[in-house]
C-alpha cells in the first residue's frame, strides 16, 4: 500500500524551516526585554519587599520542607564539589605520577578547582537546585492566575516574584560558592594525602605556592556572574511557562538546557577574557 503525502504539507515544513530564524529572534528579544524589566525593578524590589528577598535567600540557602531535612542546596552543593574536588586529585595525581611528578598535585588543585572545577559544578548545582525550583514555582503560579491576581491587586508581579527571586540568588551565591570552593579544596587534599598517602607538607607548599588570591576574587565573579545569568532565564520561563501541569514541566525542562548552556558559556568566556590563552602563571623549578 503506498501512502500519499498530504497537499500542501511540504509546503509547511518548508515555511516552518524558513521561518525558524525570525522565530528565534523573536524569542531572544522577548527575553532581553524580560531580562531588562527585571533588573530595572531590582531597586523596587530592594525598597519594597526587603522581606521577601530575606525569605528567598533563606529558602535558597536551607530549602523547604522536605528539602530542609538535608540542608537544601547547601548539602547539594557541597556534595558536587566535594566529588569534584576528588575527581580532580585522582585524575591530577595519576596523570602526574605517570611522568614521574605526582608531587604538583597540589598545584593542579591548587589551578583547576578555582578556575573550572569549582565554578562549573557550583553553576550546575545553581541550575538543578535553585532555578529549577524559580522555574517550577513562578509557573504553577502562572498556570493557578496567581500572578494574574496579583497584577489586579496593583502590586508589580515582576518585582514581586522575578526581581526579588533574581537578587535572592545574587545574594545567597557569595555563602554557597565559598562553601563549594573550600569542599573542594579539602576534597583534594583528604584525597592525596589521606588516600594516595602523600606527605601533607608537599601538596601544602605546591597547593599554596600556586593557589593566587586574584583567582579566587575572579572565582567569585564568574559565580556571580552565573547566580544572575541562571536565575534570569529560570524566572522567565517559569514567569511565561502556559498549557497546564505540562507546561510548567515543559518549562522546567527548556530553563535546565538553556541555564546548563549559559553556565558552561560563561564559565568559557569569563575565563577567555580573565586569562586569555597564557594561563597566567610561571611555573619553573
Request: charged content about 10%; proline content about 2%.
Amino acid at each position: 500500500m503506498s501512502s500519499r503525502v498530504p497537499r500542501g504539507s511540504g509546503l509547511r515544513r518548508a515555511r516552518e524551516i524558513s521561518s525558524a530564524p525570525l522565530r528565534f529572534l523573536d524569542s531572544t528579544g522577548e527575553q532581553a526585554v524580560f531580562f531588562w524589566r527585571t533588573i530595572r525593578y531590582t531597586p523596587h524590589a530592594v525598597r519594597t519587599y526587603s522581606r521577601e528577598t530575606l525569605r528567598l535567600v533563606a529558602e535558597i540557602g536551607m530549602g523547604s520542607g522536605a528539602l530542609a531535612v538535608i540542608g537544601g542546596t547547601v548539602a547539594i552543593v557541597g556534595f558536587m564539589t566535594f566529588a569534584g574536588g576528588t575527581l580532580a586529585a585522582i585524575q591530577g595525581f595519576n596523570s602526574l605520577g605517570n611522568i614521574g611528578v605526582e608531587a604538583l598535585t597540589g598545584f593542579f588543585a591548587a589551578f583547576c578547582n578555582v578556575r573550572i572545577m569549582a565554578p562549573v559544578v557550583a553553576g550546575i548545582a545553581l541550575a538543578a537546585t535553585i532555578g529549577a525550583g524559580a522555574t517550577a514555582q513562578l509557573g504553577a503560579m502562572r498556570i493557578s492566575e496567581e500572578i494574574d491576581a496579583l497584577e489586579v491587586t496593583g502590586i508589580r508581579s515582576m518585582s514581586y516574584l522575578v526581581s526579588t527571586r533574581t537578587l535572592a540568588g545574587i545574594v545567597a551565591i557569595v555563602p554557597l560558592y565559598s562553601m563549594a570552593v573550600i569542599m573542594s579544596f579539602l576534597a583534594a587534599q583528604v584525597t592525596t594525602t589521606t588516600v594516595y598517602g602523600q606527605s601533607a607538607g608537599v601538596y601544602n607548599h605546591y597547593f599554596f605556592t600556586f593557589l593566587r588570591t586574584t583567582d579566587l576574587l575572579w572565582s567569585f565573579v564568574e559565580a556571580l556572574m552565573m547566580a544572575t545569568v541562571v536565575m534570569l532565564i529560570h524566572c522567565y520561563y517559569g514567569y511565561n511557562a502556559a498549557g497546564g501541569p505540562a507546561g510548567v514541566g515543559e518549562a522546567v525542562g527548556k530553563a535546565v538546557r538553556t541555564s546548563l548552556i549559559a553556565v558552561v558559556m560563561v564559565v568559557l568566556f569569563a575565563s577567555l577574557a580573565i586569562y586569555g590563552t597564557s594561563g597566567n602563571f610561571n611555573l619553573a623549578g
